[in-house]
């Protein structure tokens, strides 16, 4: 594939052991210092999500603060009718579970997981909140995640309102290309449709339209990433900017 130059890759090195940071698969606990990932070491716990299975549901109490290291967790705002729509993605660069830090004990969305099969680290909440009072750093590196996520939130919302769905389509494979194992990625229409609240027909067009730049390659129900360049070139500054505040906040 040309121009694979991604913001931030997945570092799959000997992610078997959570006793160690360097041993984890998820990049926001490989960035915590040493001293404070030995707080919560002991309480994480690796489990596994099908496709479709949810790791939060909106209104649900908080239990555990979930940290991906493998697969995508699509975050869901839900209209009437059951009417779902995408608003952010989180991979191993982050954590699921935020508003528990923002004060709040419930999830505002559904967090499923979309695309591949995903492993995480849970941590229970009440682990965390004592590991936190013994460390105002720990709190502060989730917090700046946050911060990043936000970013990447507005950013979603902007593009929706300003921008063509060619130029989405294009930024949402990147995110989706930032946290995905390979350059063939499992998207559907009615991944598109989460993603871009449009119909199938407009998805196929936007589809077609992104092949004839050769920047993907679209097979049934996979999306094969071509040219990394030219996606960038074709999302403009729909992408980027959170990837780069990521950089800036956590090194």
Known sequence: MAGDNRLETIDRDGAGDASSARGTGNRLLQ????????????????????????????????????????????????????????????????????????????????VVMRAEQGVALQLPLDRFHAAAAQSDTLQLALLRFVQVFMTQMGRTIVSSLAHSIERRMARWILLYHDRIRDDAICMTHEEFRLMLGVRRSSVTEALHRLEEEHAIRSVRGRVLVRDRDVLMRMAGDTYGHAESEYRRLLG
């Open 31 to 110: 960035r915590l210092s040493p001293d404070d990932f030995a707080l919560i070491a002991p309480h994480l716990d690796r489990v596994s999500f099908a496709v479709g299975e949810s790791l939060t549901r909106a209104g649900e109490r908080i239990e555990t603060l979930c940290f991906p290291e493998e697969g995508i967790a699509g975050v869901l705002d839900a209209l009437e009718g059951d009417h779902r729509f995408a608003v952010g993605l989180i991979g191993a660069e982050g954590f699921v579970g935020w508003s528990a830090l923002l004060g709040d004990d419930r999830s505002p969305y559904d």
